[in-house]
């Protein structure tokens, strides 16, 4: 079993800049393939980005590509999500959630579908405004 816990979101201007953290206990995510995800209000939860365990593979939503990096570090057991020139409709609650594939720990095509997901985080807040 795996526990997930964000951190890093908070308030920031548009154009600026965070790095969310995700750090995991319980169980090392050597084989777990790891998804961002993120709900702003009233809308339903999306698919920003997945990691593979080994190598390193990444994955990104349309609406991310270019501005967010996913990165992990299976010895610290943390994964990262640095988000670049937020806009304000990055605004909203961003999960970290793991999906345990076994040795290499490869996302999938249908990464962004949360039901693959066997463990989530509580999520951290980002609110992009001026």
């Known amino acids: 079993q795996v526990q997930l816990v964000e951190s890093g979101g908070g308030l920031v201007q548009p154009g600026g800049s965070l790095r969310l953290s995700c750090a995991a206990s319980?169980?090392?995510?050597?084989?777990?393939?790891i998804g961002w995800f993120r709900q702003a209000p009233g809308k339903e939860r999306e698919g920003v980005s997945c990691?593979?365990?080994?190598?390193?593979?990444?994955y990104y939503g349309d609406s991310v590509k270019g501005r967010f990096t996913i990165s992990r570090d299976n010895a610290k057991n943390m994964v990262y999500l640095q988000m670049m020139n937020l806009r304000p409709e990055d605004t909203g609650v961003y999960y970290c959630?793991?999906?345990?594939?076994?040795?290499?720990?490869?996302?999938?095509?249908?990464?962004?579908?949360?039901?693959?997901?066997?463990?989530w985080g509580q999520g951290t807040q980002v609110t992009v405004s001026s």
């Open positions: 990691i593979s365990s080994s190598p390193r593979t990444t």
């Open positions: 959630a793991a999906d345990r594939r076994g040795p290499g720990a490869y996302c999938p095509d249908y990464w962004p579908q949360e039901t693959i997901y066997d463990y």
């Open positions: 319980g169980n090392t995510l050597d084989h777990y393939a």
